[in-house]
């Protein structure tokens, strides 16, 4: 049985990002898997890794919580909105803070490689947009599933990462929310 | 005679963007130019919008000043590490909260197009790198570089947008470093 985790990095509850969430814990309680859940805004933790890597900051009880249920999981569904190319800042805090040399990743001695501590697990990174998913590829260069697929999850040995865009959300209608979270429920009963 | 305005973004004051920004500064203010600088780990804000989009979050005295600079600058050079493919949470946080609509875009009503509204600046992002600059660019999509380059700095208007890798930084010894020091120097004595 598949061990679900589902990181939620939106700020805003009344988000529709929470309604995804929620709509693909259904559809993953549904089939029966284990499922987890993370929500960054719930969290109490400072997204400032003030001393950046020179020195380490103790983390917040709710950060090695959350820790604990990256470790348990097989399976990692990232849901967040695209803001400036990136995510939120709290949620890219949440990763500042807690994806630390020694704990994700470690750097070899005297080499550029590195050794890959997340590896064995997969992700699904489900995000929201405000413009066509094609011309935030093909115009910005999707930065934000860059940043997260490739220099996070990958960097740390997650693979593969599968990548949903769901939008354009502000001119969007009930009838096409409701469609969207039929998607995302059939994503979470198939644990995509 | 041109407005600088360096934008720090790093976190930590021991950090080498500290020493990277205040040698642009020297050069800058050699040639004479009017330099102003924001030093984001210094200012007093929330760096989590946590309304999103929904709802306005009032801005702090910090924020506000900073709003000023921007707005009084022709040239915007911002100095930030990398992590994790972007930038450190608290300065993708300086963005979310205040680069709103209204103030740097604007939607245009029934459209999917915007009025960029920072045109006529122009900026130069000068990023420190613990990997090589062609190996960011090609292993990764260097999504940082996308975020702010064309998500953020470009979606408002700003153009042309330099960009300088500086790097690598972790196996870097006192030589290397002061080399590179010169050569922000001379960014900022030709306001580059």
């Known amino acids: 049985?598949?061990?679900?985790?589902?990181?939620?990095?939106?700020?805003?509850?009344?988000?529709?990002?929470?309604a995804i969430a929620e709509s693909y814990k259904k559809g993953a309680d549904a089939s029966g898997a284990q499922v987890e859940t993370i929500t960054i805004a719930d969290l109490n933790f400072n997204p400032n890794l003030k001393f950046g890597y020179q020195k380490r900051t103790e983390l917040e009880p709710d950060l090695l919580e959350?820790?604990?249920?990256?470790?348990?999981?097989?399976?990692?569904v990232w849901i967040h909105p695209v803001w400036w190319g990136g995510l939120p800042a709290v949620a890219k805090g949440f990763i500042d803070r807690l994806f630390l040399p020694g704990m994700a990743f470690?750097?070899?001695?005297?080499?550029?490689?590195?050794?890959?501590l997340?590896?064995?697990?997969t992700a699904h990174i489900i995000t929201t947009l405000d413009q066509p998913g094609w011309f935030y590829r093909l115009s910005f260069g999707r930065p934000s599933?860059?940043?997260?697929?490739?220099?996070?999850?990958?960097?740390?040995?997650?693979?593969?990462?599968?990548?949903?865009?769901?939008?354009?959300?502000?001119?969007?209608?009930?009838?096409?929310?409701?469609?969207?979270?039929?998607?995302?429920?059939?994503?979470?009963?198939?644990?995509?």
């Open 106 to 116: 470690q750097y070899r001695e005297n080499s550029v490689w590195w050794d890959k």
């Open 118 to 121: 997340l590896k064995g697990k």
């Open 145 to 192: 599933v860059n940043q997260l697929k490739k220099s996070t999850l990958g960097f740390c040995g997650v693979k593969p990462v599968k990548v949903s865009y769901i939008g354009i959300i502000k001119n969007s209608d009930e009838n096409q929310r409701k469609k969207w979270l039929e998607k995302v429920y059939n994503f979470g009963v198939r644990n995509k």
């Open 66 to 76: 959350s820790w604990e249920k990256i470790k348990r999981a097989d399976h990692l």
């Open 1 to 18: 049985m598949k061990n679900i985790l589902i990181i939620n990095g939106h700020p805003n509850p009344d988000s529709f990002n929470f």
